[in-house]
């Protein structure tokens, strides 16, 4: 961040000495730099990963999600009316790709060792080596909570499975909120058709 070229407009916290900055990057330079990019810094300030992706996401340890492509549209009050998700893969902190830039959608799970992506509008998992270990059939999916509880929508319904793909509550919920960063977190709210009511982390029903 020393170029004086480089305009910063926003700055995220250090996990494990280092941090997703977005900048602007004066005309005066490439093309494909001319819009805001970003890039992670180590707490000297330098670069890590140049500010050449549209999109970081940095859970700490030696494994970044990227993205290019990402976009969005704004109308003429500011607000954005449309979105191009662009392509997600992942580098190491020497910016070498590990896993391709293909999927639509990325979360790194907290060790980021593991990601819930997005291929061809189906939600799965795959490890650092791009190998699924959680198959690509889910409309959507989360990352593990810290009792391995993965949130994900099946034909519409709602339920949790493992870290390894196997079902630990049903997919028979409209909605389910799984509680995360909260003091209690064995009672879950769900709805199914009208009815709302809380659940354990074994599925039953409670307060009956």
């Given at each position: 961040m020393k170029n004086k070229d480089i305009i910063i407009s926003k700055l995220s916290p250090f996990i494990e000495g280092r941090a997703v900055v977005r900048v602007k990057i004066e005309s005066s330079v490439a093309d494909f730099l001319e819009k805001e990019k970003e890039g992670?810094?180590?707490?000297?300030?330098?670069?890590?990963?140049?500010?050449?992706?549209?999109?970081?996401?940095?859970?700490?340890?030696?494994?970044?999600?990227?993205?290019i492509g990402f976009g969005e549209v704004f109308d003429e009050h500011g607000n954005c009316i449309a979105e191009e998700?662009?392509?997600?893969?992942?580098v190491d902190l020497n910016n070498h790709i590990?896993?391709?830039?293909?999927?639509a959608g990325m979360w790194?799970?907290?060790?980021?060792?593991?990601?819930s992506v997005e291929y061809e509008n189906k939600w799965g998992a795959v490890n650092i080596f791009g190998e699924t270990i959680i198959p690509f059939e889910y409309e959507w999916l989360s990352i593990p909570d810290e009792y391995g509880y993965i949130?994900?929508?099946?034909?519409?319904?709602?339920?949790?499975?493992?870290?390894?793909g196997e079902v630990l509550i049903s997919f028979?919920?409209?909605e389910l909120d799984m509680p995360v960063c909260r003091e209690d977190r064995?009672?879950?709210?769900?709805r199914c058709g009208l009815e709302c009511f809380y659940i354990n982390r074994s599925g039953k029903r409670m307060f009956e």
């Open positions: 992670l810094i180590d707490k000297s300030g330098d670069f890590i990963i140049p500010p050449f992706y549209d999109l970081i996401k940095y859970e700490g340890g030696n494994h970044v999600a990227v993205n998700s662009g392509k997600w893969g992942i590990l896993i391709p830039l293909k999927y790194p799970w907290n060790n980021a060792s593991c990601f949130t994900a929508q099946k034909d519409k319904k709602y339920g949790c499975i493992s870290m390894s028979i919920y409209d064995e009672l879950i709210p769900v």
